[in-house]
């Protein structure tokens, strides 16, 4: 089955540097891949998603970026806020698969320090 | 906030025991996704329900075990509740119509199952 590697398991940034998360998959027919920002005591939520015909989606400071050669994907969030500061989940599902089976990599604590 | 709501936020439960907890999935959405989320790890798949169906399951026993209702509000069922159990539950709720796959879940804020 299905594989998600996620790196680092921790980021500290000063606020206004670049914070990069990367995740790595197994299936070479995962077409979807969403990432969610769980802050404590909450649910995760979607901030960004990309699917696996486009290269590069951007919205606003959040930036995704995916290589299906290299069957790895990479979150940038640029001008970090200390309100950025949570925990960062990737996730990928196959088209062919239960929907909504995702496979969430182990998750990003990121701390934004001021 | 996603629309998605869950209850209760929090259970505590000895071993043995039996737990049911509730989804009431977004406005307009038709398919609710279940996960299991341990302290300090991603979510795990446990089912899907769609039509009021199982629509997929991921590696969790039988004793795991769902409702969807018409109004597309779903539960999960835990019985014979082992200490390993404790974890965070979420459910997600998405939108799959006839001939077209929606991929997009929006997740509920969870309910935090503790297993004495």
């Known amino acids: 089955g299905e594989n998600v590697e996620q790196h680092p398991s921790t980021l500290s940034v000063q606020e206004g540097d670049s914070a990069v998360i990367k995740c790595t998959y197994s299936?070479?027919?995962?077409?979807?891949f969403p990432w969610y920002k769980q802050e404590l005591g909450k649910g995760p939520q979607l901030i960004i998603d990309?699917?696996?015909?486009?290269g590069e989606k951007k919205d606003q400071r959040i930036a995704v970026t995916l290589n299906k050669t290299a069957k790895h994907f990479s979150l940038h969030i640029t001008e970090t806020q200390p309100e950025d500061s949570a925990v960062y989940f990737c996730?990928?599902?196959?088209?062919?698969?239960?929907?909504?089976?995702?496979?969430f990599g182990a998750g990003t604590q990121v701390v934004v320090t001021p | 906030e996603t629309g998605v709501t869950q209850s209760p936020t929090h259970l505590i439960k000895t071993r043995g025991q039996q737990v049911t907890l509730r989804c009431s999935s977004q406005?307009?959405?038709?398919?609710v996704s279940w996960y299991q989320q341990a302290l300090g790890q991603g979510p795990q798949f446990i089912f899907q329900?769609?039509?009021?169906?199982?629509?997929g399951r991921g590696n969790f026993p039988p004793r795991f075990s769902g409702l969807q209702f018409p109004n597309y509000s779903s539960e999960l069922n835990v019985n014979a509740l082992e200490l390993d159990d404790s974890a965070l539950y979420l459910c997600?709720?998405?939108?799959?119509?006839?001939?077209?796959?929606?991929?997009?879940?929006?997740f509920g804020p969870g309910t935090r199952l503790t297993v004495l």
């Open positions: 990309i699917r696996s015909n486009v």
């Open positions: 996730a990928a599902s196959r088209k062919t698969d239960s929907w909504g089976k995702f496979q």
């Open positions: 299936d070479s027919a995962s077409n979807y």
């Open positions: 329900y769609y039509r009021e169906e199982e629509n």
């Open positions: 997600a709720s998405s939108l799959r119509t006839s001939g077209r796959r929606s991929d997009t879940q929006y």
């Open positions: 406005s307009g959405h038709n398919t």
